[in-house]
């Protein structure tokens, strides 16, 4: 029997005759896994976590809309359809490439936390974590402001235009599917008795169940006023005011002056040359760059030789990802308040220098982390291309699921509790200031070929997406994977205890592996020293398009694990 995935689902298929069950891209290619066809088209292409959201980016391209205008309205309807992983509530960050100047742009619209709440009253309280839920862990949310810096320099309709989907799936409703309402009545057992969440999001007292179609006028109203007044109107005007109240009432810290204070920054993307393919990715404060320092440390390996799902790949995989990890607990965080050694620490020579530890027949029960000289100088993920050759790889999040279940008033959001990623470790790089950005672990990713553009792609799922990352790639670089094998793939998670709130990994973690890989890779994994854990493992959802530049077509690929659709026209 051969234990393999079928649309997310462990089944095990029979072996008839020596020639595997038809399971590939193709019939009768010799993939371990099921799989499906990519998704080709010509003119443009549209991959989110919800097929509704998809036929939205779909109809803004066809109107002449931009791959912003496009992510920014699926954007939109996922913050409605998808309230368990998004909403402006919370934050963003995004990848553009711009064909016209044949570049990629960087935005981090992330928010800070408040200026009236100091390090001080955690220690007062002897508090040594920041909670998850409640006003404590709200930050600024930064979505609304990304969305608005991303159209001003990259949109093509009116925001009015592109926001109009979403209201009119608000105010006439639309069908939950079975993943979302179990994830929804999750988070609801925690959140109901924060005040306005059960208003919004439990009409009856009770969450949606799959094929009930949900409305939520409140939202529906805040897009509107958005898309009628503009940035200023959440940031400035009359739902800046509503927010702060809320807090206020309920004995939070976030206001009106943390509101108006708020921007968003453009950034560069950093990239690291793996086999000559470019990943890119946003610098801290979030962990986009671990994904860089894995691929940096390994690069010399022959994984390829190796071949997937041996315990090669997936014990010099998992290594490979605690030397980097254990860096992102030690050093990442806001740069606006930590000297961070970027450059060093996503160089080659580090790479050399951190692989010396990493053993290939044991596995280590931590690592120290390195010493860089330094120097100077539940989520939802989308990517859409247009005509042009525009693409973007756009993330956005609450952090944990719906976020803090403080719900303000009339206006149809959760608030995030990305707050909750601080350290309250004095001296810690990531440690609580008033005004500071937290840790994050929402990052998009974009490869370029030879400096052009190819491909956007993202994997949802908190310390999972740099594993995710680059996971994709080993799939697509060293095991010719195709865009659409390389998601359904069955992934490594490896979960240790290094965290970004200053904790450092000691007993070696425990490696989760999805249904598909040979029993003798589980038994000698356990004999080089690695514990493997038994209960599901956090595996992300994924989302890609591709540019083919000598057919001249895009090709999409989405996730099974999840509601995920890629179209194209």
Known sequence: MLTMRLTGLALLLPMLAGVPAANGVERGTDKDFATRSEVIATHGMAATSQPLATQIALDILKRGGSAVDAAIAANAALGLMEPTGSGIGGNLFAIVWEE???????????GRSPQSLTFQYFLDRKMQRIPGYGVLPVSVPGAVDGWFELHDRFGRLPMSEILQPAIDYARDGFPVSA?????????????KDYAGFAATFMPGGKTPSKGDIFKNPRLANTYSRIAARGRDVFYRGSIAREIADHMEQHGGFLSAVDLTQHRSEWVEPIGTNYRGYTLWELPPNGQGIAALQILNILEPYPLHEMGFGSVDHVHTFVEAKKLAYEDRARFYADPDFSDIPVTALTSKKYADQRRKLLSPKKAAASYPAGNPALETGDTIYLTVADAEGNMVSLIQSNYRGMGSGVTPGELGFVLQDRGELFSLEPGHPNVYAPGKRPFHTIIPAFVTLDGYRYLSFGV?????????HVQILMNLIDFGMNLQEAGDAPR?????????????????????????????????LEARGHQLGKRPGIFGGYQAVMWDDERKVYLGASESRKDGHAAGY
Do not use: C, V
């Open 492 to 524: 490594i998670h490896h979960a240790g205890s290094s965290q970004p709130t200053g904790e450092l990994m000691r007993d070696g973690g425990k490696i989760f592996l999805e249904p598909g890989y040979p029993q003798e890779t589980w038994r000698e």
């Open 100 to 110: 016209k100047s044949r570049r990629l742009w960087g935005l981090n619209a992330s």
């Open 179 to 191: 993943l979302i309402a179990r994830g929804w009545a999750r988070n609801a057992r925690a959140l």
């Open 460 to 468: 949802m799922g908190g310390s999972m997406q740099p594993q995710g």
